[in-house]
């Protein structure tokens, strides 16, 4: 099955080059010159994945990214010269699955879209349902549920999850996180960091405390029960 690609970069030369090369590794692909455009497309033919400049003109690419994952789950790339910590941060907090400098190898790329594609909501776990608390997990079904109410988690944040869950009470570190969820041998931790992050304000009461999703100082994080 072809993956399609929504490719949103306002430069013409890089927009067509990446839409080249992406065919080339045979995507898919369709591109867009705004955000507008860019959101207004994958309203209307839904992308596989999607790949976001962060200087784009009218609304930029942070609000670009935060407004399709308001009501769109599908991975999100940021593709940006930016390398400012501060920028990578911001962009996965606004909901961006992963963050490439530019420029970039397509190879690199490539690999990077196809891991993204793996991660769905196909997880094994040892049973049907996880429970930690009033926290309940189900791998199976894609759901996440806590006090009762379901939780809207994207893909990567719901494989998270259910990688930590499936391992009770155990330090998972960052590289083992970036490896069994990500995918990537070697990899930038902070994609770990942001995501637990973002995890903690769908599942804890106070995530200046929290009390399932755990930091071990120096090693890495648990789910506890």
Known sequence: MVTGVLVIEDDDRIRLSLALALEDEGYLVRTAASAEEGLEAQRAAPADTVLVDLMLPGMDGFDCVREMRRHDDVPIVVVSARDDTHDIVAALEAGADDY???PVAVKELSARLRALRRRGRAVSAAAPTLVFGDLEIRPEAGEVRVQGEPVALTRTEFRLLCE??????LVLSRQQLLQRVWEY???D???VDVHIGRLRQKIERDTRTPQRLVTVRGMGYKLQR
Do not use: F, I, N
């Open 100 to 102: 490439l400098v530019k």
């Open 185 to 187: 041998e070697t990899g």
């Open 189 to 191: 931790e902070r994609l």
């Open 164 to 169: 930590l869950a499936e391992h009770p009470g």
